[in-house]
């Protein structure tokens, strides 16, 4: 540990002064009246995520780098810990009812659920069509049962209802393909890409794409820390990934910044220089295509509707392909560029062009962020404009992203889903392994006088009623959608105003979701008294592997101490 290398406290209090005036001189203090202290910190707290969620700095170092003169005594390393697999096991002891899947511990149920199920057959119309709310005539659900998860399984009798069969038309598998035109790159300390592998793994696992990751803490990690242990725990799910030192030993010293010689390397400049660490890691004969410079937290649902995408550009020519930011007051404040979350593709002609000038954009550069490094770069030394790709999202939204996830958008790409917004996303687009662009795809089943409405994926919501609810627009459900001016209109049009979720709309939402074929539970006495063929058929219908989705809708009153409360939880359960 070198305590020079950390930015000192003096220098940190400087900064938050400097950005406390820059907030309060830049972002939408409305109708003049000075900004309360929530509004600063929440202020501060956008401005702060904008880079440090992206880029891993200007955030306060950790209290024991706050410190640096206690001694830290390293302990002896161990051997690297096996890699575990992504599957997680569910058997815990009960696995007779099927329900195990249910009482694993993350999704924190109430020992007593109120559970119903549906069997989903996904049939394939000739000519799919995803994006309209699509009709089905049944009942998403009729019965719900109270179910004991906690009861002693072995003594249980409790029947779980029968599994009604709705059939859902949806598109087809996407075609199993290699990429190895893709290359993605991404900096970022070893304990965000340590706990990233999950959702890495999901559109990348056994593509052919490859991956390069920089570590930009290597020179302060403690020595049970390995690159070549995190570099196999990717490569044993299947990821190409290179697991690498930072090229920069050094910060470049920035336009008008004072002399950076005792700092780190900001990981912002890490960041612009992977496109050096790419390029140096492509062999000669190399297949890639496209550079893409990604954000810790992006997330493709699929490589392979990026990779169609994609495939309208010329990638022998320069290219240099991304997103806006979704929200207006975003773009006006950081500019016109591809914004790092939403996933930036260069195509290699772009990039070799831009390698000889990396060191001097840094030092030229006014703008702290990579992405607006990059920008700048591309800007003042090629000829190259920035193409819009549609369906990729910076998603600069906080708090309830509901109305985008249930808007029927297919997105290439997210962001922000595991900080300014919680939402399982690898979970989320499990499915797209089964049926593609069903992800997000809607369904709409009569409910009394309303509606159900399923984003696949996602959540099942039900409407008392339909008035009020235009499924063309999109819900402004998160901080300031529908607030005039909010910025966010430009991209997702007019919104219709929020739903209060406790007496207009009932959400269950998607908490997890994994192919299974779960050992087949007993057969009820109801079912040993049908046919010798039934038996059959139903046996039949439980050794098939299973797609199950567990929707959940949590008893809120739980937090204060209602002892009673119960659960929802629908469970779908696709064929496969
Ligand atoms: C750190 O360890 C050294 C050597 O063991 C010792 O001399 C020194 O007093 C320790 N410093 C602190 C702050 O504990
Ligand atoms: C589905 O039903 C709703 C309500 O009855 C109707 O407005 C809509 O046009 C229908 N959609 C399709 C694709 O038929
Ligand atoms: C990396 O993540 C795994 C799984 O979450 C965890 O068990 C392991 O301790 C982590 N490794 C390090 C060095 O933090």
Request: net charge negative; glycine share 4%; hydrophobic share 25%.
């Given at each position: 540990m070198v305590p020079g290398r950390y930015f000192s406290k003096a220098a940190f209090l400087l900064l938050a002064v400097i950005l406390i005036l820059l907030l309060l001189t830049t972002f939408r203090l409305q109708d003049g009246a000075p900004p309360s202290p929530a509004m600063l910190q929440a202020l501060a707290g956008e401005w702060f995520s904008h880079h440090s969620e992206e880029?891993?700095?200007?955030?306060?170092?950790p209290a024991e780098e706050d410190a640096p003169d206690v001694n830290i005594t390293e302990e002896p390393s161990p051997p690297p810990p096996p890699p575990k697999p992504?599957?997680?096991?569910?058997?815990?002891?009960?696995?007779k009812d099927g329900l195990d899947f249910l009482r694993?511990?993350?999704?924190?149920?109430?020992?007593k659920i109120i559970y119903s199920r549906t069997c989903i057959k996904p049939v394939h119309p000739?000519?799919?069509?995803?994006d309209i709310v699509t009709n089905i005539?049944?009942?998403?659900?009729?019965s719900q049962t109270t179910i004991?998860?906690?009861?002693?399984?072995?003594?249980?009798?409790?029947p779980l209802p029968s599994c009604e069969t709705i059939s859902l038309p949806v598109p087809p598998a996407y075609p199993q393909q290699q990429y190895p035109h893709l290359l993605f790159a991404v900096a970022s300390t070893y304990d965000r890409i340590n706990s990233s592998l999950p959702a890495f793994a999901h559109w990348l696992?056994?593509?052919?794409a490859h991956l390069l990751i920089v570590i930009s803490d290597v020179d302060s990690?403690?020595?049970?820390?390995?690159l070549p242990a995190l570099e196999s725990a990717y490569r044993a799910h299947g990821i190409l990934a290179t697991v690498t030192h930072p090229k920069l030993s050094e910060p470049l010293p920035r336009k008008?910044?004072?002399?950076?010689?005792?700092?780190?390397?900001?990981v912002e400049q890490l960041h612009f220089m992977l496109i050096r660490d790419s390029l140096s890691s492509l062999?000669?004969?190399?297949?890639?295509?496209w550079i893409s410079i990604l954000d810790d937290?992006?997330?493709?649902?699929?490589l392979s509707p990026v990779s169609t995408a994609l495939s309208?550009?010329?990638?022998?020519l320069p290219h240099y392909i991304g997103a806006l930011s979704d929200n207006w007051e975003s773009v006006k404040q950081w500019g016109y560029m591809a914004y790092g979350g939403a996933g930036i593709f260069l195509s290699v002609p772009l990039a070799r062009s831009l390698d000889p000038f990396l060191e001097q954009c840094v030092k030229e550069?006014?703008?702290?962020s990579g992405d607006g490094m990059l920008r700048d770069c591309i800007y003042s030394h090629t000829t190259t404009k920035l193409t819009l790709l549609p369906g990729?999202?910076?998603?600069d939204i906080r708090g309830d992203p509901s109305g985008f996830y249930e808007s029927g958008v297919l997105p290439l790409s997210v962001h922000h889903?595991?900080?300014?917004y919680h939402s399982p996303v690898p979970q989320m687009a499990a499915v797209t392994k089964l049926?593609?662009?069903?992800?997000?795809q809607r369904f709409r089943f009569p409910s009394g006088k309303g509606m159900v409405l399923l984003a696949n994926g996602y959540s099942i919501t039900q409407y008392p009623?339909?008035?009020?609810?235009?499924?063309?627009r999109m819900e402004g459900?998160?901080?300031?959608?529908?607030?005039?001016?909010?910025?966010y209109e430009f991209t997702y049009g007019p919104m219709r105003p929020k739903l209060d979720e406790n007496t207009q709309k009932k959400s269950w939402r998607l908490v997890e979701a994994a192919f299974s074929s779960p050992s087949p539970p007993p057969l009820d006495p109801e079912e040993e008294r049908e046919s010798q063929r039934e038996r059959e058929r139903e046996k039949k219908r439980r050794e098939k592997q299973t797609f199950r989705q567990v929707y959940v809708h949590y008893d809120r009153s739980k937090e204060v101490g209602n002892k009673d409360a119960m659960d929802e939880v629908v469970e779908l359960i696709w064929e496969v």
């Open positions: 880029y891993g700095h200007l955030q306060p170092p992504v599957e997680d096991e569910y058997k815990l002891g009960c696995e694993r511990p993350q999704l924190s149920l109430t020992d000739k000519e799919p069509n995803r005539s049944q009942p998403l659900f009729t004991d998860l906690a009861h002693d399984c072995s003594s249980s009798s409790s696992s056994h593509t052919g990690l403690p020595t049970r820390y390995s008008n910044q004072p002399d950076p010689s005792s700092a780190a390397v900001p062999p000669s004969s190399s297949s890639v295509k937290d992006t997330f493709f649902p699929s309208s550009f010329n990638p022998s550069s006014t703008i702290v990729l999202y910076q998603h889903w595991k900080s300014w049926c593609g662009d069903c992800f997000l009623t339909t008035t009020n609810v235009d499924l063309e459900t998160w901080q300031y959608a529908t607030d005039q001016n909010s910025g």
